[in-house]
């Protein structure tokens, strides 16, 4: 059974960076890209980018470069999303999805999501 | 980037009705459209992928169309379970982008 565990709540402030992590499970880790989608309170879906952990490439939305850094550890089976100078604009629920190349070409699988919350 | 447009922003329907979700895209994405359904204070889940196609364990119910730039997602005989925010997604290009949403209610 495919899943994806993300880290817990993250509380943070102004200025500061936090890092959440994403362990799958249930499939070859290193055969599928792992996206990152924002979601910020009452709102709508934001993509903010991709790793392949086959190659540890990625692809960034513009809007999150400079924002969010991409990682994954294929021992571990885990992908990692740091996010930098944190404001309020950050706060949202961060999920991980992998995406099925190759079937349904589209996010098959979420994380349970981490909230982060920043504040002083 | 590609702006998708989905319509409407909100929907209010009795059970039992069929109800239609449009998303509208800014430029050609073929049949790279996906749909998904979020419940609330639930994650989002897979429902229609390359436009038309049901995901795994999705009820028949569902169903999607379209190709190119429009793209409608129906729900026939609505039921409570179906209470849910409802988002198109396109898989063309680089950055993936999502319509806003639509928050579907029962009457």
């Known amino acids: 059974e495919v899943q994806l565990q993300q880290s817990g709540t993250l509380l943070a402030r102004p200025g500061a960076s936090v890092k959440m992590s994403c362990k799958a499970s249930?499939?070859?880790?290193?055969?599928?890209?792992m996206h990152w989608v924002k979601q910020r309170p009452g709102q709508g879906l934001e993509w903010i980018g991709a790793i392949y952990p086959g190659n540890s490439d990625t692809s960034y939305n513009q809007k999150f470069k400079g924002k969010a850094k991409l990682t994954a550890v294929t021992s571990a089976s885990t992908a990692y999303m740091e996010l930098s100078s944190l404001t309020n604009e950050d706060s949202a629920v961060y999920y991980c999805?992998?995406?099925?190349?190759?079937?349904?070409?589209?996010?098959?699988?979420w994380g349970q999501g981490t909230s982060v919350t920043v504040s002083s | 980037d590609i702006q998708m447009n989905q319509s409407p922003s909100s929907l209010s329907a009795s059970l039992g009705d069929t109800i239609t979700i449009t998303c509208h895209a800014s430029q050609n994405i073929n049949v790279w459209l996906n749909w998904y359904q979020q419940k609330p204070g639930n994650i989002p889940k897979l429902l229609i992928y390359?436009?038309?196609n049901l995901h795994t364990g999705v009820p028949s119910r569902f169903s999607g169309s379209g190709s190119g730039t429009g793209f409608t997602l129906t729900i026939s005989s609505l039921q409570p379970e179906d209470i849910a925010t409802y988002y198109c997604?396109?898989?063309?290009?680089?950055?993936?982008?999502f319509g806003g949403g639509t928050k579907l209610e029962i009457k």
């Open positions: 999805t992998r995406w099925d190349y190759g079937s349904s070409y589209a996010m098959d699988y």
């Open positions: 997604q396109q898989g063309q290009s680089y950055p993936w982008t």
């Open positions: 249930g499939y070859s880790f290193t055969s599928y890209w």
């Open positions: 390359k436009a038309s």
